[in-house]
């Protein structure tokens, strides 16, 4: 079993669609989550930390539930321009762990 | 303020060979870590430098080696290629090896290998 597991998706919508992504990880010991973002054939690029309180970031809102492991990310109002892969992250003791990643595709 | 760069930028190589990529830091970063990610997949941790020494290895063989130098570049190394080593490389560097929060990562570096 991998340590963090995602959506395979892909994810097809259209602009203005609300969506969201999961993932789980293995690791209780994990201490920092995160959501990267990665375009095609290019590095990624960190989307936003995630907390227990939950945090929103415009259109963008993650959260974190420890007792289930789960981390989720939700994107409101989608633009063509978030068509993507988004990589989920645990991190504990100078290890990040990432998921395999779910690809988003905005359509018009 | 450049950021974090790798070269070169694509390599092909010949199974048995040894290649070796590099890195440089973005401005104000010490820490470079290694990362491998096959087509498909998300990047898988290879290792860490910070103040010239390995920190952190993930689950690689020794094959996988590295190096950092005083002005914090680093370079990573892989002896004996095999073909599954085909993937890009990715190189991130953050402030210090738990400045997770502020890591960036390179453009990468694809390597093949025939």
């Known amino acids: 079993r991998k340590e963090v597991e995602q959506d395979p998706g892909p994810f097809n919508v259209p602009e203005g669609a609300t969506v969201a992504f999961n993932c789980t990880y293995s690791?209780?010991?994990?201490?920092?989550f995160f959501w990267y973002r990665q375009d095609c054939r290019k590095e990624p690029k960190l989307l936003m930390s995630v907390y227990s309180s939950g945090n929103e970031d415009g259109r963008f809102t993650a959260q974190l539930n420890r007792a289930s492991q789960y981390i989720s990310l939700l994107i409101r109002d989608s633009k063509l321009s978030d068509s993507a892969t988004y990589l989920c992250v645990a991190y504990n003791n100078n290890d990040m762990r990432f998921g395999a990643g779910t690809r988003l595709t905005v359509k018009p | 303020d450049a950021g974090v760069t790798q070269s070169p930028t694509h390599l092909i190589k010949t199974r048995g060979q040894q290649v070796t990529l590099r890195c440089s830091p973005k401005?104000?970063?010490?820490?470079v870590s290694w990362y491998q990610q096959a087509l498909g997949q998300g990047p898988q941790f290879i290792f860490q430098?910070?103040?010239?020494?390995?920190?952190q290895r993930g689950n690689f063989p020794d094959r996988f080696s590295g190096h950092q130098f005083p002005n914090y570049s680093s370079e990573l190394n892989v002896n004996a290629l095999l073909l599954g080593d085909s993937a890009l490389y990715l190189c991130?560097?953050?402030?210090?090896?738990?400045?997770?929060?502020?890591?960036?990562f390179g453009p990468g570096t694809r390597l093949t290998v025939t």
């Open positions: 690791n209780s010991a994990s201490q920092s």
């Open positions: 401005s104000g970063h010490d820490t």
């Open positions: 430098y910070y103040e010239e020494e390995e920190r």
């Open positions: 991130a560097s953050s402030p210090g090896p738990s400045g997770v929060y502020e890591q960036y």
